[in-house]
Nanobody, 114 residues
Framework: QVQLVESGGGLVQAGGSLRLSCAASGIIFSHSVMVWHRQAPGKQREWIALITRGATTNYIDSVKGRFTISRDNAKNTVYLQMNSLKPEDTAIYYC????????WGQGTQVTVSS
C-alpha cells in the first residue's frame, strides 16, 4: 500500500522560504518519478515540479528559478525548496509518483501573506 506523507508547510511572508518534505512508502522509491503538485483555493490541482530517478528535474514556468525539487533515495523522501514565495503560491502541496499512485496524502498547507 502506497503511503505519502507531506510536511513542512506553514505561514510565511512574501519573499520568504519553506522546505517541504514527502516521505514515501510502499513503492520502490529509487525507481519512481516523483512529482510535487499543488491545489490553490477554487482551482484544480496542478503539477509544479518533477524529478526522475536519474535526478533530472522539470518545473512549470511559474516556479522556475524559485523552487528546487530534490530527492534522497536512502530516506525515500522527496523535497521541495521554495524560495521567493509569492501570495499566489498559497495552496495545499502534495507529492505523488508519476503516474500517480492511488490515494493521495493529506498534503501540507502553504500560506504566503503579502
Amino acid at each position: 500500500q502506497v503511503q505519502l506523507v507531506e510536511s513542512g508547510g506553514g505561514l510565511v511572508q512574501a519573499g520568504g522560504s519553506l522546505r517541504l518534505s514527502c516521505a514515501a512508502s510502499g513503492i520502490i522509491f529509487s525507481h519512481s518519478v516523483m512529482v510535487w503538485h499543488r491545489q490553490a483555493p477554487g482551482k484544480q490541482r496542478e503539477w509544479i515540479a518533477l524529478i526522475t530517478r536519474g535526478a533530472t528535474t522539470n518545473y512549470i514556468d511559474s516556479v522556475k528559478g524559485r523552487f528546487t525539487i530534490s530527492r534522497d533515495n536512502a530516506k525515500n523522501t522527496v523535497y521541495l525548496q521554495m524560495n521567493s514565495l509569492k501570495p499566489e503560491d498559497t495552496a495545499i502541496y502534495y507529492c505523488n509518483t508519476n503516474p500517480p499512485a492511488p490515494g493521495w496524502g493529506q498534503g501540507t498547507q502553504v500560506t504566503v501573506s503579502s
